[in-house]
């Protein structure tokens, strides 16, 4: 009798079930999306900040004093210390190798051009193609720099072809296309370079044609690195040195920037690896407002979808006085009254929750595809805890409005004095 | 009872029956029925103040992010043409440019030699507003003293590795320094010794020639203040930092879709809330409608009443929510960025207008339903 009680219900009443299980629908989806978004937006906004640029240097450890004054390099090539151009693969290698978006290697050299003039030619990777074991990638300036800006064409990393810097061009007169002669050889300008920075003053080639004009096969002033970082604590900052056992592997497995500059040390010999202060101290706290205020909202989602789906219930119950009176008078004690109304509930949380969790889980999808270009996934994990807050707050909104009418005079709800 | 009053006031009844007749059905109707009207105010005022909330932070939290973003330093850099350096009047003309929005801060580069010949680069510049500028640089001590000089950690190695006092060099001028403290960053600033401005114009003779400035604002009150330096200063070069700019826009924008559909989302909910609590309410007053209809009422009537009786109820939910909404903002904007949100009441209107259709759309939606059905089917409870 209990089953078919509810059976009927669902399938007499079916535009007032519609209704309700519409607006647990519509909640439970809302909810969904709002926690997977904000559980992923770390993640999400943690990669969007790389465009700001490398969070790590390596210098070799044995290096001189830089002399650099307003990007206008000061320093002799012949001063100083070199890393080794055939151990940048091995980053590859590293633990946290797959939190580096990208790496560039830097060579500056001063150059002369005709008239006596004296500017930087900085070396280093396009859009490499280098190999690891079985594993192919592409480090250089295009990933790790997104707002370089090159009018014309990027040079390819096996060529003699290089880029101007947008001042330097015009105080030459060159543009993309022209030939310049540097040390007695042409190279061709493939595209003029404005990145808003130093590099605006100087030729920007490939680290071979650098290296050969360095006369030093395989050498590299800097390595810039740029690599998602989780924000540094008061655990982070430890000295390495001073961790025993199961705390250094803490250390060492959490991709602060400290343990990544110190992976970066282990797979480059005689290297120092340094955070980039500006861009790395920066990220922790713009990711910690964007994540507070995140939770914030999802907090507001979540009442504003309870809240919906309670008075949707609250309303879908008020309607139908006249029918528990009629079971009342006809002897159905409260209990199995409400054990009914709670049974639909149940059916109808069940029901819209299952519906709207996959409603939900594409509408993240949506969000994540539209804003970031990367899939925001929904964890199955929370299929069971929105099943258990969309039945939680179901009930709450049917259990007052229950009460009431089991309360009321029987006599009363037949004649329809609610 | 009418038998007894005058008959001025008696004509003027006769006057205004409906006017004060609707009125009484309004009130009355929610009185007696306390509990279901509480529950649709209810429902209006939290939908209300959700949204009021969410438009305030969705317009605060762009400003706010704005200043979050500038602790990652200069976005725009004044630099004399080549080897010239700025006037101190070039100096005043971009404080007087930004005025309010922003702060500069000059720097002053030589190539300085220590004391057993090795080149350092030493910069001149006001450290009070480096400290400002520059929040990420790991400052052991800050000079507080004449002759006291901030150390690059790397420069430190080479010139005072004990914390020492040290001779520099410039063009057979001997200046004698004592170190106050190192700095790390992690670019060029480690292989750098800075002093105060004035100690390093006395010393060199160099005057400054760049000027780094934190500009506030968005990106176009930025490109404006660009502008307007451009104007102000034509013997300089102006450029972005554009490592920061488009950093800036990039990860603002991404920020800026994010909130906006959770916005969107959350202010739809609250307005579905709404409707299906509305809904339950005016459908649940059935019986009054076929009673008016039964005694005469024009449709017209019947829907006037009913349609300000919702608006009624949305304006008062809108007013209270609003109140609330500004409250709820201003903690979850202390919560998060330490300071309050300040309550722009440019969204009230919207939120009042809101509430006053979605009520409406509640009313309506109801009466069109019931409009067809006759009064007695309803009356006899089917």
């Excluded at chain 1, 150059?111 to 190999?131: A, D, M, R, W």
């Excluded at chain 1, 060529?159 to 061009?169: F, P, Y």
């Excluded at chain 2, 609590?277 to 009673?291: I, P, Q, Y």
């Excluded at chain 2, 009786?309 to 008062?316: I, K, M, P, S, V």
Aim: net charge positive; proline share 4%; aromatic share 8%.
């Amino acid at each position: 009798m209990f089953l078919r009680l509810v059976y009927e219900s669902f399938r007499r009443q079916k535009r007032r079930k519609l209704l309700a299980g519409t607006a647990i629908t519509l909640g439970v989806s809302v909810a969904t999306a709002m926690i997977a978004v904000a559980t992923d937006i770390g993640d999400k906004v943690n990669r969007e900040l790389r465009t700001f640029g490398a969070n790590l240097v390596v210098t070799p450890q044995e290096d001189t004093l830089d002399l650099q004054i307003a990007g206008v390099d000061l320093k002799p090539p012949s001063d100083g210390a070199y890393l080794n151009e055939s151990d940048l693969p091995r980053i590859r290698g590293m633990f946290w190798h797959n939190n580096i978006v990208g790496f560039a290697p830097a060579l500056p050299v001063a150059v002369e051009l005709g008239g006596g003039k004296s500017v930087t030619l900085l070396g280093t990777y396009f859009s490499k193609h280098l190999t690891f074991g079985k594993e192919e990638f592409q480090p250089g300036v295009r990933s790790i720099y997104p707002w370089w800006k090159v009018d014309g064409a990027w040079p390819q990393d096996d060529s003699q072809d290089i880029l101007l810097g947008e001042k330097l061009a015009a105080g030459l007169g060159r543009k993309a296309g022209d030939e310049i002669d540097i040390r007695g050889q042409a190279h061709r300008v493939t595209g003029v370079l404005s990145t808003g920075g130093a590099e605006d003053d100087q030729i920007v080639a490939s680290l071979a044609v650098a290296q050969g004009i360095v006369g030093r096969a395989g050498a590299v002033r800097r390595l810039y690195v740029s690599a998602v970082t989780k924000p540094e604590d008061a655990f982070a900052r430890r000295d390495p040195r001073s961790l025993r056992g199961p705390e250094f592997d803490r250390w060492y497995c959490s991709p602060y920037v400290q343990s990544i500059a110190y992976q970066l040390q282990e797979v480059i010999p005689h290297s120092h690896a340094e955070q980039i202060r500006q861009v790395a101290q920066n990220e922790g706290t713009v990711l910690a407002r964007i994540k507070g205020l995140m939770l914030m909202i999802t907090l507001a989602a979540l009442l504003a979808a309870a809240l919906a789906v309670s008075a949707a219930m609250a309303t879908a119950l008020f309607e139908r006085r006249g029918e528990v009176g009629l079971m009342r008078a006809l002897g159905a004690g409260r209990a199995s009254v409400a054990a009914i109304f709670f049974a639909e509930a149940l059916l109808l949380a069940v029901l819209g929750g299952s519906v709207g969790f996959a409603g939900g889980a594409m509408l993240a999808r949506v969000i994540g595809r539209s804003i970031f270009d990367s899939q925001i996934t929904v964890e199955v994990v929370l299929f069971p805890i929105v099943i258990g807050i969309a039945l939680l707050v179901s009930f709450a909104g049917s259990a007052l409005a229950i009460r009431r009418a089991v309360q009321f005079d029987p006599v009363y709800a037949l004649r329809g004095e609610a | 009872m009418s038998s007894r009053v005058g008959p001025v006031l008696g004509a003027r009844r006769a006057r205004t029956p409906r006017r004060s007749m609707f009125l009484r059905m309004l009130v009355r109707a929610a009185m007696l029925r306390r509990g279901r009207a509480a529950a649709a105010l209810l429902a209006m005022v939290v939908a209300a103040a959700v949204t009021t909330a969410m438009l305030n932070l969705y317009v605060d939290a762009q400003a706010k992010l704005h200043n979050e973003l500038r602790n990652y330093g200069a976005n725009i850099v004044v630099a004399a043409k080549e080897g010239q350096s700025l006037s101190s009047e070039t100096l005043q003309k971009v404080q007087s440019a930004l005025g309010e929005r922003g702060m500069a801060v000059p720097f002053a580069y030589v190539v300085a030699r220590t004391a057993d010949g090795q080149a350092v680069v030493v910069s001149g510049t006001d450290l009070n507003q480096v400290r400002k500028l520059n929040r990420w640089w790991s400052v052991t001590a800050w000079p507080s003293h004449e002759g006291d000089a901030l150390i690059g950690a790397r420069a430190a190695a080479l010139v005072a590795p004990q914390g020492q006092a040290f001779d520099l060099s410039f063009q057979g001028r001997i200046v004698h320094l004592s170190s106050a403290g190192t700095v790390r960053t992690g670019s060029s600033e480690d292989s750098r010794i800075y002093l105060s401005l004035e100690e390093f114009v006395r010393w060199t003779g160099v005057k400054p020639s760049t000027v780094e400035i934190a500009a506030s604002g968005s990106p176009e009150e930025v490109n404006a203040t660009i502008r307007q330096l451009e104007e102000a200063l034509p013997e300089a070069e102006i450029r972005p930092v554009r490592q920061i700019m488009e950093g800036e826009a990039w990860v603002l924008g991404k920020t800026q879709s994010t909130l906006l559909v959770c916005v969107l989302l959350i202010i739809l909910t609250a307005a579905l809330c709404v409707l299906s609590t509305l809904m339950g309410w005016v459908f649940d007053r059935r019986r009054d409608f076929a009673v008016m209809k039964a005694l005469g009422a024009s449709e017209r009537l019947i829907g006037g009443f009913f349609m300000t009786e919702a608006a009624a109820l949305g304006a008062t939910g809108a007013i209270f929510g609003f109140a609330i909404g500004v409250a709820i903002a201003a903690w979850i904007g202390r919560a998060t960025f330490h300071t309050p949100v300040v309550p722009r009441f440019a969204v009230l209107p919207e939120v009042l207008g809101g509430s006053m259709a979605v009520a409406l759309m509640a009313a309506i939606l109801p009466m069109w339903l019931l409009r067809r059905v006759q009064p007695a089917t309803i009356l006899r409870g089917e």
